[in-house]
């Protein structure tokens, strides 16, 4: 194992440390990391348990995301290949939006000083699912703020990915009957965004 | 107003997030690499590799699953 290679999987194992923590989740990372040189991606979680990174990325501050990114999905439940086809945007979202709710405070935890404007949140193509999550847990007034989100994408996390959606309906079916309908609509329109059901 | 490349962003975007067949995600990786290379700064956008490659494993997966299957039972009729 080279020096990069050793500092990436000292890095994932310290972030699963203080996100097991912070959500109360295990994780089910195997210990691997594998640099791949020339990747396309910038950080993928294998359905096997592994964790790649492409290895360019890896040397920049900018690596920080996808390690926290990539960390999260070994923590969240249900993590298999067909419930992720048909719930993809139940795993992203959910997942990349933790990223950016929990980030700063990983990075305080682990004492990593980065410089100004090394992260930059992109609007696509995960900020779709984000923008339907974020809808739904208006409807469902979950507390506005660092915490309150956190709790929501947390408590999502920790149902299987193919119950995510019925988690957030049964929630929206407690709210008065007025905000019920109006939920029920939205539903509709950011659960066809979540799973790519979308008319053309 | 949206400008016509943020049009374009976004289409490349629903091309990669509805990829879900072995040609559809590799055409969506193809379109992307296009993007990244004339757009170098959208270091956002390489985030879809990550979903199309999963995509890609899956797909690969039941293929060979299929194939599987197909020998068995071509094996069984045999």
């Known amino acids: 194992m080279d020096e990069l290679e050793a500092r990436t999987l000292a890095e994932l194992q310290g972030i699963i440390a203080v996100l097991q923590e912070l959500t109360g989740l295990p994780s089910r990372w195997s210990g691997r990391v594998e640099l791949v040189p020339g990747a396309d991606f910038k950080g993928k979680k294998r359905f096997t348990c592994d964790i790649q990174i492409d290895a360019a990325l890896a040397e920049r501050d900018a690596r920080w995301p996808t390690l926290i990114h990539e960390a999260l999905h070994s923590l969240s439940v249900g993590y298999v290949g067909t419930d992720y086809r048909a719930f993809r945007g139940w795993e992203e979202g959910v997942v990349e939006q933790l990223q950016r709710l929990l980030r700063p405070l990983v990075l305080v935890k682990l004492d990593v000083v980065t410089a100004a404007g090394a992260f930059r949140d992109s609007e696509r193509p995960y900020g779709v699912f984000i923008e339907a999550l974020e809808t739904l847990r208006r409807h469902l007034e979950a507390p506005v703020g660092g915490d309150g989100a956190t709790e929501f994408y947390v408590d999502l996390l920790k149902h299987p990915i193919r119950e995510r959606p019925g988690v957030v309906l049964a929630a929206g079916y407690q709210l008065p009957v007025a905000r019920r309908v109006l939920f029920m609509q939205a539903f509709s329109a950011a659960n066809a965004v979540l799973t790519r059901n979308v008319m053309p | ?78």
């Open chain 2, 1 to 78: 107003m949206k400008s016509q490349l943020d049009d374009l962003r976004d289409r490349l975007s629903d091309q990669v997030l509805d990829a879900t067949t072995l040609p559809e995600i590799h055409a969506a990786q193809q379109a992307l690499r296009a993007w990244i290379k004339e757009h170098p700064e959208d270091e956002g956008m390489r985030d879809g590799f990550e979903q199309l490659s999963l995509m890609q494993d899956i797909a690969e997966q039941e293929e060979a699953e299929g194939a599987r299957s197909e020998s068995l039972t071509a094996g069984r009729a045999a």
